[in-house]
C-alpha cells in the first residue's frame, strides 16, 4: 500500500480491510484476479487540461465518456500521458492509481454508479493489493469528491 493512502484512510478514520491478489496489469485483470465484480472495482483515470490535473473515478466494468465529462464539468479534459502520472502518483506502481485523488492535492470526480453498490474495492498503489469497503465509508473517504454521470 502507498503511504499516501495508508496516511489517508488512518486520518479518515474509515473501516477497510485489506485484499492481496496474484499481480495483474489491468482493472479488467485485476477483478478477474481477485474474484470480485468489476462494478464494484473503483478505478481512476488521470485527466488534464490548461487548469491542471482531476482524477475521474468509475467502475472498472465501464468506460469513461469525455464529451459527458466535458458538459459536466465545463473542461476540455484529456487523458494524462504517463510520465506526468508517474508525477503526481509517485508512490504508486504506473497503473495502480487509488481514487484518493485529493490526497495527492487535486480535484476528484466520482461516477455516481458507484455510490449504488453494496461495497467497493480500489487499488492501494500497487499491483497486488486492495482496499475494500462499505460503499457508504468509500464514499465517506470521497466526500470532496464532485460527483456526476460521466461513464
Known sequence: MSPTVHMCLRDAGVEYEVVRHPHSHSSTETAVTAAIPSDRLA???????????????????????????????????????????????KDCELGAIPPLCTAYGMKTLIDESLSTQPDIYFEAGDHETLIHMRTEQFMRLMEQAEKGHFS
Open 43 to 89: 478505478k481512476t483515470i488521470l485527466l488534464e487540461d490548461e487548469q491542471g490535473y482531476v482524477g475521474a473515478v468509475l467502475p472498472s466494468s465501464h468506460h469513461l465518456r469525455l464529451p459527458k465529462l466535458w458538459d459536466q464539468t465545463g473542461r476540455r479534459l484529456s487523458l494524462a500521458n504517463e510520465s506526468d502520472i508517474r508525477e503526481v502518483f
